[in-house]
């Protein structure tokens, strides 16, 4: 089982997703990711496991950064799966879960 999330703003959304996503960390126990853009048509993805340590440590100060600026974006919680997964297609670059 897991759980997933996703997240449209105005403004910078990163830490809605971050404690949106990390709610969901009782549903799964071996993954957890986001995958965020700024409308640039750049998607920016982490996967960490988290099998021995909880969703919120996994993703520091570092990791977070990545995402600064970011306007949307999902997040998972997965038990089976490396997931967000990003696609490029002929219709364009997205991320799916």
Known sequence: ???????????????????????????????????????????????????????RTKFGAESLALFSGCTSGIGVISDDDDQPLVVTSKFGTFAII
């Open 1 to 55: 089982m897991g759980g997933f999330c996703g997240v449209i703003s105005e403004g910078d959304c990163v830490s809605d997703l971050f404690y949106a996503t990390d709610y969901h960390s009782h549903l799964g126990t071996r993954r957890g990711g986001m995958a965020m853009s700024a409308g640039n048509g750049v998607i920016k993805r982490r996967i960490h496991d988290i099998s021995n340590t909880p969703f």
